[in-house]
């Protein structure tokens, strides 16, 4: 098996006139968490927006598993096996918590239309299959006792667990976390914090976008930082906290202040 | 208490009739985010493609019934592909203006090819049921009976399959369909094919009781936009319901009241409910 899990290769893209990532390469290894820093506008949320094909690079090139996925279209790379959260949280809000889990379970495969309908026995079978995973979804990203609560009125912590939950519920290998701790309560960080430990336990594959530095520097094994679309550094975290660059562009205060 | 009877049961079979248009609207509406206005139209459409199969080629009815929901179900699939597509990512006023457009469009095509003098087409069975005192046609039980059947299968589709599911999560949240490695494109075709059918299916069932000519669509869509509003845009539910209640509602007002100001009424009920609950019965707030 392939020791990466991911690789960019030379990704640049224009918005416009505007180079919002130039020139970027990077892989992430199997296993490990592996985070994407940057000011605002650094062009982390694009990067994303470019390997789960939401917008197409300008030039480059994106392999997931040795495959190359950029061209593909987002519900075909969901089905690869590479899950994903939006900064701002992307849930079904008038369904329950284990509907929304539902719906991923039931769309991870390829299926016919005709079979669907027609082979209803078949059907239930990966019903109840998909049902049982549901419920353990549920349990897993700590949302047991909410499952029949509607995502709408969930609590903000509680709705970031369900969208991480939902990146999940394709069992896939690869899991794109878009500032999972954005707007979210002290008390609740921990318990996001300790999520993504346990995804990383289950051998999946992280790769985070973060702004919390003291959450970053702790959990991460490696780490990107970006400025205005262009790769500063990327190394261990300590390596990366002490570079001059990173601290002049986007550290600085923040992170000095505190640590 | 034999009038009343009456009355109520010709409300509830244009109800039926509504609900069926108003679920239609409602799932396309999922889709568009503007209410889709040449949905009138197909429902035209419909009972002259039924009308065409059973009166010109002598289908018998059930099959210009089934004919008719293919057809315009492919209908549907083909006008989301080429018409509304590309203006997904555009300014909500874009697809309405093209709604708009497109009933320019076909009403006077469907004038121009086939005139506008009044048809109509015979029923399956010209039975009449006593009940109660009251005589009830059999063509207004199998409007009834029908538009519930198909109602239900269209909610346990919706529930109860993989392809439904993703038709309701494509609805809800685009992105986060997307993510969950569902289709959107063909999900968007397919609530297209099937809001379309649904028209034609109601167009059908009262083609034998109602007159088909190239403008009749526009008394039932002015109807489901006012029972989609009040049922809560986009809610399952509310259109089903909100079908039937203004079916009714209509039908005791235009029996007992007035035969003048039915819409004025029924509009003026809106606005009151509005008033109480802007986001209408079933909506929830965004």
């Known amino acids: 098996m392939d020791e990466y899990i991911l690789e960019v290769r030379n990704l640049t893209k224009y918005f416009g006139g505007l180079k919002a990532?130039?020139?970027?390469?990077?892989?992430?290894?199997?296993?490990?968490?592996?985070?994407?820093?940057?000011?605002?506008?650094?062009?982390k949320t694009t990067l994303f927006n470019m390997i789960t094909g939401f917008i197409p690079p300008t030039e480059g090139e994106i392999f997931f598993q040795g495959q190359k996925i950029n061209g593909l279209k987002p519900y075909q790379i969901a089905r690869l096996g590479i899950g994903r959260t939006f900064q701002l949280t992307t849930l079904?809000?008038?369904?329950?918590?284990?509907?929304?889990?539902?719906?991923?379970?039931?769309?991870?495969?390829?299926?016919?239309?005709?079979?669907?309908?027609?082979?209803?026995?078949?059907?239930?079978?990966?019903?109840?299959?998909?049902?049982?995973?549901?419920?353990?979804?549920?349990?897993?990203?700590g949302l047991g006792t909410f499952k029949n609560t509607m995502a709408a009125i969930l609590p903000h912590g509680a709705q970031k667990q369900l969208s991480i939950g939902l990146a999940l519920s394709g069992d896939p290998d690869l899991i794109l976390l878009d500032e999972p701790l954005g707007g979210v309560d002290m008390d609740e960080i921990d318990m996001i914090i300790?999520?993504?430990?346990?995804?990383?336990?289950?051998?999946?594959?992280?790769?985070?976008?973060?702004?919390?530095?003291?959450?970053?520097?702790?959990?991460?094994?490696?780490?990107?930082?970006?400025?205005?679309?262009?790769?500063?550094?990327?190394?261990?975290p300590e390596v990366v906290a002490s570079n001059e660059d990173v601290i002049a562009s986007y550290l600085g205060d923040r992170y000095a202040a505190r640590g | 208490m034999g009038i009343l009877l009456q009355t109520l049961i010709n409300g509830i079979m244009l109800g039926s009739v509504y609900a069926m248009v108003a679920l239609g609207l409602t799932l396309i509406y999922g889709i568009l985010n503007v209410p889709n206005f040449v949905h009138g139209t197909l429902y035209m459409i419909g009972a002259y493609i039924a009308y065409f199969a059973i009166v010109s080629f002598g289908a018998p009815y059930w099959v210009g019934l089934i004919v008719s929901l293919i057809i315009l179900f492919a209908i549907g699939i083909l006008l989301e592909?080429?018409?509304?597509?590309?203006?997904?990512?555009?300014?909500?006023?874009?697809?309405?203006?093209?709604?708009?457009?497109?009933?320019?469009?076909?009403?006077?095509?469907?004038?121009?090819?086939?005139?506008?003098?009044?048809?109509?087409?015979?029923?399956?069975?010209?039975?009449?049921?006593?009940v109660m005192g009251v005589m009830i046609t059999a063509q207004r039980i199998i409007v009834i009976v029908t538009a519930a059947v198909l109602i239900w299968l269209v909610h346990l589709f919706i529930k109860k399959t993989r392809l439904g599911s993703a038709i309701e999560a494509t609805s809800q949240n685009p992105d986060g369909a997307l993510l969950m490695g569902i289709n959107i494109s063909h999900m968007r075709g397919i609530t297209f094919g099937i809001g379309t059918a649904l028209a034609a299916v109601a167009a059908v069932l009262v083609g034998p009781i109602l007159l088909i000519y190239p403008a009749m669509g526009h008394t039932v869509i002015g109807m489901a936009f006012v029972i989609i509003i009040i049922g809560g845009m986009g809610s399952f539910i509310g259109a089903v319901l909100g079908g039937y209640i203004i079916g009714i509602l209509e039908t005791l007002v235009t029996s007992y009241i007035t035969n003048f100001f039915t819409e004025a009424i029924i509009f003026g009920?809106?606005?009151?409910?509005?008033?109480?609950?802007?986001t209408g019965l079933f909506g929830k707030p965004h």
Not at chain 1, 24 to 42: D, H
């Open chain 2, 81 to 130: 592909r080429i018409v509304f597509r590309p203006f997904y990512d555009k300014p909500l006023i874009n697809s309405f203006i093209v709604a708009v457009g497109l009933i320019l469009v076909l009403e006077n095509t469907a004038l121009s090819l086939w005139g506008p003098e009044f048809r109509q087409f015979a029923a399956p069975s010209d039975k009449v049921i006593k």
């Open chain 1, 92 to 141: 079904f809000m008038q369904n329950t918590v284990l509907e929304n889990l539902l719906i991923g379970q039931k769309q991870t495969r390829e299926f016919p239309v005709f079979h669907s309908i027609m082979s209803v026995k078949r059907r239930r079978v990966s019903q109840s299959e998909a049902v049982e995973r549901a419920h353990a979804v549920a349990e897993f990203i």
């Open chain 2, 269 to 278: 009920l809106l606005v009151l409910l509005l008033a109480v609950r802007p």
């Open chain 1, 21 to 43: 990532i130039d020139n970027v390469s990077f892989k992430i290894n199997r296993g490990e968490i592996y985070s994407i820093i940057g000011p605002n506008g650094a062009g």
């Open chain 1, 194 to 236: 300790e999520l993504i430990k346990k995804i990383r336990d289950e051998g999946k594959t992280i790769c985070l976008i973060e702004h919390k530095m003291r959450v970053v520097m702790n959990i991460s094994d490696r780490i990107l930082a970006l400025s205005y679309g262009k790769k500063l550094v990327e190394d261990l």
